[in-house]
């Protein structure tokens, strides 16, 4: 194994760890140790949220900051944090996006108050944008050539497992210890991480990174988010208030200034320019839909199991298991049929399939039975959502050159944490959910059901989008195997092809 302090130059002179090595062994159980807590947290948080609620004494709109904070700072900076790795060593940042990550994991566990909560979840964002192309980015760079198709697919398999079991370890802990444990369990995980990469790791940096990063774009994007979705979320108790029509127009002048800084800059964080490819634009547009939907979905369901049906968060958060082991179990299979086939068909039939099974969801109710109410939906649900994700990274990544597959993968994960951002803060409002709706199990179910009604117009709007749009069939092989093995529920999956962490510095 190459020396871990050394700095490695670019791939071809970089390290040639193998898989079936010691050194192997720790190099991808530190990649699936950090991304899998952030896949971990992203998942078990939902289930905590009317324990959250009940404990500090708060309304719908500080649960949906509670979810709003995370991915406000992540959307708008995980694009920064591949070009950081890049710049200044990937095991570097990786293991600062760790610790950071745990850190703001211990300030959510001592929170004393949802606002204080809220602030360190942003916090967690920061750590997530780190350490999330980072993983995948240190697999690329250290492992063989032979062995990385290999790293990627146990690394993608075994972060899945961690997205299934998620649910499941955070109901369990809530009905446990408490809700502060779904936070302070990162505490362990990066325990045990942190030196395994110090010690094992080898450092990998690209030659071609320059130190000009795009704080302005970064910054830009991450405040005309917020705004928006500050406004979204006030907007129930504020109505058309000063309070409310000010941070929105805000937010919408800040998103012109945002384009207008991306088009004059010489090396952008976002690239306007790759939207003139006209299949990437389109598949980015049926991204907004579909992951806006599913991000409402999951943001409520958990809700609706537990306020309304009567479940315990650990019932709640393991009756949604079927969705992601189906993604897990399937994706691989979906993606080599949309291979096959080509992308339009998928991308049409996928969101109709899922918008059917949303609208199964509203039976859901009170004296709901599992079997009959709650799985059928699910499974449906599932089957769409197999049969939409993996035929659409690959789409993504097919519509640009090799060269700029990373740049269009982290535009697209981004697009998607961006739309469910949205979603979450809009849902709500659009479904006519006051601040103190959950605390009322006939009020919350009636919204539940709107809400079903707007998350499944918009997955039919992906559909039709699709069909509209999506024309030419994906090029054969123009994805790398890896990225069908399994496929995000939360957001499509980076690409593991050549240098995923060069999404923001092409």
């Not at 749009?469 to 123009?478: I, L, M």
Request: aromatic share 6%.
């Amino acid at each position: 194994m190459s020396d871990p302090v050394a700095v490695a130059e670019g791939h071809a002179e970089g390290p040639a760890v193998r898989l079936g090595t010691p050194a192997g062994r720790a190099v991808l159980g530190t990649a699936v140790l950090g991304s899998g807590m952030a896949l971990l947290d992203s998942t078990v948080v939902n289930v905590a949220l009317p324990h959250i609620g009940r404990d500090f004494g708060v309304g719908l709109d500080a649960l949906q900051w509670t979810v709003n904070a995370y991915m406000l700072t992540l959307a708008g900076l995980i694009l920064l944090g591949g070009a950081l790795g890049d710049r200044y060593g990937r095991r570097r940042v990786f293991v600062l996006g760790v610790v950071w990550f745990a850190l703001a994991s211990l300030l959510c566990g001592l929170a004393p108050s949802a606002w204080v909560l809220i602030a360190a979840r942003a916090l967690q964002g920061v750590g997530g944008a780190l350490l999330t192309p980072g993983s995948l980015a240190l697999i690329q760079s250290v492992f063989h050539p032979d062995d990385r198709a290999g790293a990627v697919g146990a690394w993608s398999g075994l972060g899945g497992v961690a997205a299934a079991v998620g649910p499941f370890v955070g109901g369990w802990l809530v009905d446990g210890p408490g809700w502060r444990w779904v936070f302070l369990i990162n505490l362990p995980v990066a325990a045990v991480c942190v030196p395994i990469a110090l010690r094992h790791v080898p450092e990998t940096k690209d030659p071609r990174a320059h130190g000009r990063f795009d704080a302005a774009g970064a910054a830009l994007g991450a405040l005309a988010l917020g705004a928006v979705t500050y406004a979204l979320i006030a907007a129930p108790g504020k109505g058309a208030s000063p309070a409310v029509i000010v941070p929105a127009v805000a937010g919408v002048l800040l998103g012109v200034a945002f384009v207008v800084v991306e088009r004059r800059r010489a090396d952008p964080m976002l690239p306007v320019s790759i939207f003139r490819i006209r299949m990437f634009s389109a598949v980015n547009a049926v991204t907004l839909f579909v992951y806006a939907a599913f991000s409402g979905f999951f943001f409520l369901a958990v809700i609706q199991l537990q306020v309304v049906v009567g479940w315990s968060a650990l019932v709640a958060g393991t009756a949604l298991l079927p969705t992601t082991v189906m993604m897990l179990l399937l994706s691989s299979r979906a993606g080599r049929l949309g291979q096959r086939l080509g992308p339009r068909l998928p991308l049409t039939c996928g969101p109709l399939l899922c918008a059917v099974g949303l609208l199964l969801m509203t039976r859901v109710g009170a004296g709901a039975v599992y079997w009959r109410d709650v799985l059928p939906a699910l499974l449906v649900l599932g089957l769409g959502m197999v049969t939409l994700v993996a035929p659409l990274t690959a789409t993504v990544l097919a519509s640009v050159d090799v060269a700029r597959a990373g740049l269009a993968s982290g535009i697209n994960n981004a697009a998607a944490r961006a739309a469910g951002l949205v979603a979450v803060a809009a849902l709500p409002l659009a479904a006519g959910m006051g601040a103190d709706a959950y605390r009322d199990p006939a009020v919350f179910s009636a919204a539940f059901d709107r809400a079903m009604l707007w998350c499944a117009g918009a997955l039919v709007a992906g559909s039709v989008l699709a069909w509209a749009t999506v024309r030419e069939p994906a090029p054969r092989g123009a994805c790398h195997p890896e990225c069908t093995y399994h496929c995000g529920v939360g957001a499509p999956p980076l690409d593991p092809g050549e240098e995923p962490g060069r999404a923001a510095a092409d």
